[in-house]
């Protein structure tokens, strides 16, 4: 039924072509490059990161001080205040800078027992992030009636439905997010003015409406981006592609957010889209949604937010576009659950992107007279602050009804019924094209003992459930399920809880969704149980039954077994081993490589390797008989990357100095490097002679670890190793099936791994060992990769080599990899790949 689909777009293309035909809109939904703008565009492969480290900011006055009576509210914070910085990207703009924002703030909680402020967390680069909530004063009993009924909802849906106090007097609970991308401002700047005018109103209805609701803004989630003006943060990361991986402090700040306050409604503010975008989005929709319960709302809210805009009387916000009603399928998806709105509507919100319109960032920040970006900026902090009005007085409008829907929610979560067919037509324009569904599995086993195939990553998933608000159980006794029998300690994720949606969308394997649309907006694979390298075991219909209890905490992992006297070994399964490897060779302890990997510390350093158990949560064991192997050493790397990579590589605890086409044209010294790792913004071409001198001296005696097209650029150029490389589609990605060899890299590497603009090596010359290779057959599990022009699909794919290995002739051991195994920082199961490759490579 695409028919439909078009019907409503080419009716709102009408129209608009009618009405408004100086607007570009009508082109724009037809030309999905016009608004895209996903994130993980050619720059990724392009540029090098800098990496630049950290420096924590100092406030210049004061410290977070609390005032008294915290369980009610207001419940306030003196904010401190951060130095002036003229150098503000938001200035320039007419709009906040950062460091205007705690004064602004302390003065508004002097003035109103409306508002309250608290410091929610801070940035890699020290600057507290904000949560301000407006809303009536409540004494400490009603605060904790407030928190009462919030548990009720989710922990005991039954009894929430049927409590007629909790529907008259449980205060809706709305999420606004603002500055997620730095470089898109006026999130904060709308947000800062609503709350100003609530804090101070005399309204009688907008007095009201503060007692029936309570409105949570964060005010900048992005506080590094903002100053910087960069859509990343100070890491380098995109905040919005961050969810379910919670990589970073901002997303983890706001993911706590979430759970604790669990909104029926939340706006995410962003820009520039030309015209304002407000979402729910096109299909494919997130498979895991109870899609009923959101798109009725989050149509009627878009609309309501629609028409506020055009009541502010701008030429520019006449109308918005609503991608559900005017985009083309995969055109604007709510797929995965790395952004922040599709994330919240797993924790029971009704979750929008909204996109100001006006572009003020990139080129035009730059180009445009001031005067002309200050205008723009006027109009996008009127329609961030009309949106967030309207999607809050939608919320009061409709308060009872959300609750009960948020209730609906979780019921259906904890009596495990299925999702809802939706029929045609249930929202205007909802059709075949928009029908997503799972069949959720009864439960979800991370066995302990033998089973496992890392007792770190088990860890770390189970921690990462929990802190998502997952409910995990650990089994009392063993137990039997599904055919298999599971040591006592054996982890549980009964699929009958409030939040199964978002257990599943963590745990399962995902959906290839090649053939559902042309083209996707993001990443459209992903999968916790195939990638984070523990083992999870599924029970499609069986419960299990054995008596468990919840768990707050993964149990510690840590071991040293074998006696005292006696060599031990590690193997090199999990980032978490190689965490370990590393602070060992910082600590000076001499290590080596047996041929099959394993890594032998000597028996004089067993109290080192008791404490980096414990704190690692890895398994030293007796080192096996046999020759003493080849001594470790700790690589010192050179590093081409993207900035992910380079976080992922620093969290490992290898020592590595970014590097580029520009740092070695101006003289960068190869002197002491043991390891060059190449993945973006090296170009062999654009050396200097000079340069290209060094280089080749280094290539006689380093070695060289490369990622993507700009690695396989690179020893294409160095004449490394003789091989052709393939590349699939650029935008191409998902988890796919591989298996691994028996050299350095896949030995003992996870049967799935995670690719994007996938890659592969074919005519590989003497010399040149595959590691890793595509399965034979359907390699794609879960994602979108079409075939391009020339072929260059899966079926193209299956059986090729991704990741190959060799000893180039003027000497160095080197690595192609043409998957993505450190991408986002996400897949954590993959990351003992680039490092076995780079101690590997690394000789002296
Ligand atoms: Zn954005």
Do not use: C
Request: net charge neutral.
């Amino acid at each position: 039924m695409a028919a439909s689909r078009s019907a409503r777009r080419v009716l709102v293309v009408l129209a608009v072509a009618l009405l408004l035909p100086s607007l570009t809109a009508p082109a724009q939904a037809r030309q999905p490059s016009a608004h895209r703008d996903p994130g993980n565009g050619a720059e990724r492969n392009t540029v090098a990161a800098t990496g630049a480290p950290a420096r924590a900011l100092a406030a210049v006055a004061g410290e977070n001080r609390r005032s008294g009576g915290q369980e009610g509210y207001p419940r306030q914070t003196r904010l401190r205040v951060f130095p002036e910085d003229p150098g503000d990207k938001a200035i320039k703009l007419g709009l906040l800078p950062y460091h205007a924002l705690a004064p602004k703030l302390n003065a508004l909680q002097q003035r109103s027992d409306r508002v309250s402020a608290e410091v929610i967390g801070q940035t890699t680069q020290g600057r507290d992030l904000y949560l301000v909530t407006v809303t009536a004063p409540e004494s400490p009993a009603q605060a904790r009636q407030q928190d009462r009924w919030r548990e009720l909802i989710e922990n005991n849906p039954v009894a929430a439905a049927r409590d007629p106090r909790l529907a008259r007097q449980y205060k809706a609970p709305v999420w606004i997010n603002a500055n997620i991308h730095g470089d898109e401002w006026e999130g904060t700047d709308g947000a800062m003015r609503v709350i100003a005018d609530l804090a101070t109103t005399t309204d009688p209805d907008e007095i009201g409406l503060l007692r029936r609701t309570r409105i949570h803004v964060t005010v900048t989630n992005n506080p590094d981006g903002r100053v910087a003006g960069t859509r990343a943060n100070g890491a380098g990361f995109d905040v919005n592609r961050d969810h379910i991986t919670s990589s970073q402090p901002e997303s983890r700040a706001v993911r706590d957010v979430l759970i604790d306050t669990q909104p029926l409604v939340m706006l995410d503010e962003h820009g520039y889209t030309g015209t304002t975008l407000i979402e729910p989005a096109t299909p494919p929709h997130g498979q895991n949604y109870e899609y009923d319960l959101y798109i009725k709302h989050a149509y009627a809210n878009a609309l309501g937010m629609e028409k506020a805009i055009g009541e502010l009387g701008h030429p520019e916000t006449t109308r918005a576009d609503i991608p559900f009603r005017d985009y083309a399928p995969g055109d604007w998806d709510d797929w995965p659950p790395i952004f922040t709105p599709m994330y919240a509507v797993y924790h029971g919100a009704v979750g929008h992107t909204v996109e100001v319109p006006l572009r003020v960032n990139r080129g035009e920040y730059t180009g445009q007279p001031v005067e002309e970006l200050r205008r723009r900026s006027a109009v996008n902090t009127d329609v961030a602050a009309a949106t967030i009005t309207a999607g809050v007085a939608y919320t009061d409008a409709h308060r009872r009804e959300l609750i009960a829907d948020q209730i609906e929610l979780f019921r259906r979560g904890w009596a495990g019924e299925p999702q809802r067919d939706i029929p045609d037509g249930y929202v205007p324009g909802f059709g075949e094209e928009d029908r997503y569904q799972v069949e959720f599995p009864r439960a979800y086993v991370i066995p302990a003992g033998t089973a496992q195939r890392s007792a770190p990553a088990a860890a770390r998933l189970v921690d990462h459930l929990v802190a998502n608000d997952v409910r995990v159980r650990r089994a009392e006794h063993p137990f039997r399920l599904a055919g298999r029998t599971y040591p006592a300690g054996s982890y549980v994720v009964d699929m009958h809880q409030p939040k199964r949606g978002l257990a599943n969308v963590i745990l399962a394997d995902g959906k290839d969704i090649s053939a559902d649309v042309p083209q996707m907006y993001d990443i459209s694979g992903w999968s916790h149980r195939l990638l984070w390298g523990a083992s999870v075991d599924i029970s499609h219909a069986e419960a299990p039954t054995v008596r468990t209890t919840p768990v707050v905490a993964a149990s510690p992992t840590g071991a040293v077994s074998g006696p005292a006297g006696h060599p031990l070994a590690l193997t090199l399964t999990d980032g978490k081993d190689v965490q370990a490897v590393n602070a060992l060779l910082a600590e000076g302890v001499p290590l080596s490589r047996r041929s099959d990997g394993t890594v032998v510390v000597p028996a004089v350093a067993r109290r080192q390797a008791i404490e980096l158990a414990q704190r690692y949560g890895v398994r030293f064991t007796r080192a096996p008989a046999g020759g003493p192997g080849t001594p470790l050493h700790g690589p010192v790397v050179a590093a081409a990357a993207s900035a992910d990579e380079l976080a992922v590589l620093r969290e490992l605890g290898f020592t590595v100095h970014p590097v580029s086409t520009q740092a070695l044209n101006d003289g960068f010294s190869l002197d002491g490097i043991d390891v060059l790792y190449v993945s973006s913004g090296l170009n062999h071409g654009q050396l200097t002679p000079d340069a290209k001198s060094r280089l080749a001296e280094f290539l006689t005696r380093g070695g060289v670890v490369t990622r993507g097209s700009t690695g396989a650029a690179f020893n294409a150029a160095t004449g490394l190793l003789p091989v052709t490389a393939v590349a699939g589609r650029g935008d191409a990605n998902g988890v796919v099936t591989v298996t691994n060899g028996a050299g350095p890299v896949g030995a003992g590497s996870p049967g799935h791994t995670f690719v994007y603009s996938p890659l592969w090596f074919t005519d590989l010359g003497a010399g040149v060992s595959a590691e890793q290779r595509y399965a034979a057959k359907d390699p794609l599990v879960a994602g979108h990769w079409l075939p391009s022009a020339g072929g260059n699909g899966p079926a193209q794919a299956a059986g090729e080599a991704a990741v190959v290995s060799g000893v180039a002739d003027a000497g160095a051991r080197t690595v192609l990899f043409g998957t993505e195994p450190l991408f986002r920082a996400h897949p954590k199961g993959l990351f003992a790949q680039v490092a076995r490759a780079l101690y590997w490579s690394t000789v002296r």
